[in-house]
């Protein structure tokens, strides 16, 4: 049984190599037959992919991006914490929070504050920033929100006959409840915030791979584009295969150990 | 023990507080709409434009016809685009589940890969390969839609009751039927969420899929008043969808949520 599993994955994976070769060789195909700047084919966005790395003002503007985004999730991660926060502590914003104000926030799309942003404060590194905030708030608030909802009401209680002090039982009881809510905050965050800061970058920033795809657009090369795209998707990839799910099964033993 | 509980729930239950939740919640919006006039006031109108200015251009969108067949034209394009990529996604969702060899093709290639794909990407990408037109608007957005109703049907197809599609196997031996009588029935709630996130999303990225590749819409609209720095279209266009948002959910998808339940 174990050797059939076994031998059904490998024969799954071998297909999986076979459909990602054949997809390769039809893009290589059709790309001959139609004009380069339509669709370059996959040896020459794999050059100038190669020419991005050896190249420290590309490198500039993908750090740049980096900082960008860091700097959003840790903005946006904060002021929704606290924007969760602020309805449990105080009752009567219950409405105002869940019905008023992250609907709203949620339906705002990201251009408009992007727009917006750009009359505001220019085009500039805090417009960038400001942007995809605003956009990742809400996700945060929802989440956190749904954490504090399932937070066992024994576990508090015993909080509270220990301590009278609410700041040690947000430390030490309610934040260690919601470690796996804050992560799947930070997992969501992290794969958004890529895709909106090409679009924040795109119109408010004056550095970034968004800024660089704008460049790429109006110039009509395409490579430098698909190789952007390619970029942001092996990032968001990796991230989730490499750093997200090793540590979220790790989180789901730690718990299932409890 | 009891004791805390049962008060803690009555707090809940009881009138009184959730009328101060009512109460506190309009508070808020009151609270933020006189802010902003308060701080509009001082500012031009050309960067920071008051409740008054974007409400009479909130109401503009929705009296002038100009206005309005741009916001038809991207309501049609939002309800087609979340049908197709309904479709799309069962598609998608089924086929591992019929050609169990296509599980890591679809979970592990075209899922990803779809999933990861920036929207801006698409938006830029359509335009080169479809020129400006309705149907690079609508690419953009099943492109963008389709992972979504495939995680959802795909969870879906796993939770389907393998006792109840047994039963069906031992009725019938057509496929097609055990397909329509079970499998449609029980995915149902699966669609609905389905749909419910992708018509949510697909507001959000109707304004980014329509500022490349469209030539009308409220992304041209919207474009086109930044462009003149009009802050205030900028604003009310941003709003209009907000509206429009809040109005399909409401008249379309919670009906449909509740035909689907009574079924």
């Not at chain 1, 430390?171 to 090409?198: C, D, E, H, N, Q």
């Not at chain 2, 802010?35 to 251009?57: E, F, H, Q, Y």
């Not at chain 2, 109703?149 to 599609?165: H, P, S, T, Y």
């Amino acid at each position: 049984m174990e050797n059939e599993n076994e031998a059904a994955r490998r024969l799954n994976r071998r297909a999986a190599h076979i459909f990602t070769f054949a997809c390769l060789c039809l893009w290589g195909i059709y790309s001959s037959l139609v004009e380069a700047y339509v669709m370059p084919g996959p040896w020459s966005v794999a050059v100038r992919f190669t020419e991005f790395f050896s190249d420290a003002n590309f490198i500039g503007h993908m750090f740049w991006s980096f900082f960008h985004i860091l700097v959003a999730i840790t903005a946006s991660f904060c002021v929704g914490f606290m924007l969760a926060l602020l309805p449990y502590y105080v009752t009567v914003a219950r409405k105002a929070v869940d019905r008023r104000l992250t609907p709203f926030l949620n339906s705002f799309s990201g251009i408009g504050w992007t727009l917006l942003a750009v009359l505001w404060f220019g085009i500039n590194d805090f417009t960038v920033i400001f942007a995809i905030s605003m956009v990742l708030i809400p996700f945060a608030i929802i989440n956190i929100r749904e954490g504090l909802r399932q937070l066992d009401n024994e576990i508090l209680e015993m909080g509270e006959s220990f301590t009278r002090s609410g700041f040690k039982n947000l430390m030490l009881i309610i934040v260690p409840s919601l470690y796996p809510y804050l992560f799947a905050t930070l997992r969501i965050s992290f794969g958004v915030s890529w895709k909106v800061a090409l679009t924040a970058e795109l119109f408010g920033g004056d550095r970034g791979l968004g800024y660089l795809l704008n460049l790429a657009r109006q110039d009509f090369d395409t490579p430098l584009i698909l190789v952007v795209i390619l970029i942001i998707i092996i990032f968001v990839y990796s991230t989730e295969r490499f750093i997200f799910n090793p540590i979220q099964n790790k989180l789901a033993e730690h718990n299932a150990g409890i | 023990m009891q004791a805390f509980n049962t008060t803690n729930d009555q707090s809940k239950t009881s009138t009184f507080p959730a009328i101060a939740d009512s109460f506190f919640s309009w508070l808020l919006v009151i609270g933020l709409i006189v802010g902003w006039w308060a701080l509009s006031r001082n500012i031009s109108d050309l960067v920071m434009p008051g409740p008054l200015t974007v409400g009479k251009s909130l109401a503009e969108m929705f009296v002038d016809p100009v206005f309005l067949d741009d916001i038809l034209i991207s309501t049609l394009r939002v309800i087609g685009s979340v049908i197709i990529s309904v479709i799309l996604g069962l598609i998608l969702a089924l086929i591992p589940a019929r050609f169990p060899l296509a599980r890591v093709i679809v979970h592990e290639r075209i899922k990803p890969f779809l999933n990861s794909f920036p929207s801006v990407g698409w938006a830029i990408l359509a335009v080169i390969w479809f020129g400006a037109s309705d149907f690079s608007v609508m690419f953009v957005q099943v492109a963008i839609l389709t992972p979504f109703c495939l995680v959802n049907l795909a969870e879906g197809l796993r939770e389907l009751d393998q006792e109840i599609l047994e039963m069906g196997r031992s009725f019938t031996r057509n496929r097609i039927r055990i397909f329509i009588k079970i499998t449609i029935p029980m995915l149902l709630p699966y669609v609905i969420a389905a749909i419910r996130i992708a018509y949510g999303v697909c507001w959000k990225i109707a304004l980014v899929s329509e500022l490349f590749g469209a030539e009308s819409g409220i992304g041209v609209i919207m474009l086109r008043a930044q462009t003149t720095a009009n802050a205030s279209m900028v604003f009310a266009s941003c709003f209009a969808i907000v509206v429009i948002f809040m109005a399909g959910e409401k008249l379309i998808i919670n009906p449909l949520a509740k035909l689907a339940e009574q079924k």
